[in-house]
């Protein structure tokens, strides 16, 4: 049997990796740009779907046709890309192809944010005040202006049809609501093809916790705990942990069951995370689902020990979950941390277009590695800036935050400039140590940003690994 993995990078790696363990064939496709990408040598097949940038990765004619002619019965679209676009899972149902996720109908309404606060507002799971798609024109600026008058700012103006944090503007005044909400509509024109925008009050420096959900087609629907997702870059995430670090474990059940009744209240299958933001006095609220897998689904696969790739396709493949929510046991702790081609000091700009000149990464007890890159690799500029996620697990938190600093401080890339010296230091920061974070954690830590050039580089070992490659004859030598 042949499956398709219709996107790049980390992610189609690391599901060909779980195609390949359940004894199926994998199936690359990739643009031109992207041609040294890992995933192509894994794959079992690679189709070149053109010279996109994006474009190909965004072709749903071209991902069907690559599925056709390769034989493939099934579809995985990863994140990104396709992964929440209702018509690839649309298109797959009509031609009788497995699409590995959710029904198109739940990718299309859980992708509205709209929508799924109308499902989840039926079903009484608990949300912050919002409106719904603001009126064109005039119209929609005094609704805004009605609802900001009632709730207060600061307010969230928000692409109904946003995702992987953008299109998420805050407002604080009326003259800030007239000025963002034409501009909030060309930009979410752009990046998601649909202008529509709404509006939800802001809750101030919430933590933001997510459910991990699995369901099959035989009405099993549960939950893999929770996972913290606070520490965040432009409502973005960088790090993230397994389980919460909230020392209120009734609250953190109630959140984990609130989640499964939210993925049945939209009739949810496969897998999926239910987002919640929590604020200071620990009321949580609904923020919203995702229909796919998410970048940060290791540290979840750390605690529990449960595969959710391969559990994704046996789902899709109408097997029931093997297990009850009896049998998903925590194991200690997880964190990942997103090592990314940016340059933290510069508003976290992406590095692409560099060289990675030299890659050492790190290993040992309780240490995965997803990643894409290796020595040589040329980061394309038209992609997303993840070079690769680092996820370590241990029995205790300070055993974990101790192994994580551990790897941080052996990993060298040298060429771009990464996130792993601003990771350095987070390891070392005394309120991230005590689990005290939320969502304004980058903001009001501005020392975390004061580090050497030469940190990230790697330690001793690895310079000494470095330069033994690249002598001193080596034009890329330091
Ligand atoms: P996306 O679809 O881009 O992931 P989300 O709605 O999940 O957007 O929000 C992403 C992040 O933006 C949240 O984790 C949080 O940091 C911030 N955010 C979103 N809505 C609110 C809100 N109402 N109040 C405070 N922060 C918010
Ligand atoms: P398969 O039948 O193809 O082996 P399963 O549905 O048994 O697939 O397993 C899917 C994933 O769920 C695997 O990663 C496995 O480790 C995990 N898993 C299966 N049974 C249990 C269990 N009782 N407790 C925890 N995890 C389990
Ligand atoms: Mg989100």
């Not at 507002?121 to 119209?139: C, H, N, S």
């Not at 040589?376 to 192994?403: C, N």
């Not at 330690?459 to 002598?471: E, Q």
Request: charge should be negative.
């Amino acid at each position: 049997m042949r499956i398709l993995v219709a996107n790049r990078g980390e992610i189609a790696l690391r599901i060909i990796r779980a195609i390949q363990e359940l004894g199926f064939e994998a199936i690359a496709v990739y643009e031109t740009p992207d041609e040294m990408s890992k995933h192509i040598l894994t794959a079992d097949e690679a189709i070149c779907l053109g010279n996109g940038p994006r474009s190909d990765y965004l072709n749903v004619e071209k991902i069907l046709a690559a599925a056709k002619d390769t034989g493939a019965v099934a579809i995985h679209p990863g994140y990104g890309f396709l992964a929440e676009n209702p018509v690839l899972a649309r298109v797959c149902e009509q031609e009788g192809i497995i699409f590995i996720g959710p029904s198109s109908q739940s990718v299309s309404d859980l992708g509205n944010k709209v929508v799924a606060r109308k499902i989840m507002a039926e079903a009484g799971i608990p949300m912050v005040p919002g409106t719904g798609d603001l009126a064109q024109g005039r119209k929609g600026v005094d609704e805004a202006l009605t609802f900001a008058r009632e709730y207060g700012y600061p307010v969230m103006l928000k692409a109904t049809a946003g995702g992987g944090g953008r299109g998420i503007r805050r407002i604080e005044n009326d003259e800030d609501m007239v000025a963002q909400i034409p501009m909030a509509r060309a930009e979410a024109l752009a990046a998601f093809n649909d202008d529509s925008v709404y509006l939800e009050k802001e809750v101030l420096n919430p933590r933001h916790v997510e459910v991990q959900i699995l369901a099959d087609s035989f009405g099993k629907t549960l939950h893999l705990g929770t996972r913290d997702c606070s520490i965040q870059r432009r409502n973005q995430k960088l790090i993230e942990i397994a389980p919460s670090r909230i020392q209120n474990k009734p609250l953190l059940d109630k959140i984990c069951h609130t989640a499964v009744k939210a993925a049945k209240a939209a009739n949810y299958l496969n897998a999926g995370t239910v987002e919640f933001l929590i604020d200071q006095d620990n009321n949580f609220y609904f923020l919203e689902i995702n229909t796919r897998i998410q970048v940060e689904h290791t540290v979840t696969e750390m605690v529990t020990g449960i595969d959710i790739v391969r559990n994704q396709i046996n789902i899709a493949l109408g097997k029931p979950i093997s297990f009850d929510q009896d049998d998903v046991k925590l194991r200690g702790h997880a964190i990942e941390v997103r090592i990314n081609a940016e340059d933290p000091k510069n508003d976290f700009m992406p590095e692409g277009g560099k060289k990675v000149r030299v890659y050492r990464s790190t290993g040992g007890f309780g240490v995965r590695l997803d990643g894409l890159v290796y020595q040589g690799y040329v980061i394309p500029e038209a992609y997303d800036s993840l070079l690769v996620k680092l996820t370590v697990q241990g029995f205790t938190w300070e055993e974990t935050v101790g192994r994580l600093g551990r790897c941080l401080d052996n990993f060298t890339i040298r060429g771009p400039k990464t996130t792993i010296p601003f990771y350095q230091n987070i390891v070392q920061e005394k309120d991230f140590i005590n689990g005290q974070f939320d969502t304004s954690y980058i903001d009001t830590h501005p020392h975390i940003f004061h580090y050497s050039e030469e940190r990230g580089e790697g330690g001793k070992l690895a310079h000494f690994i470095a330069d033994i490659h690249f002598n001193k004859e080596n034009p890329f030598a330091k």
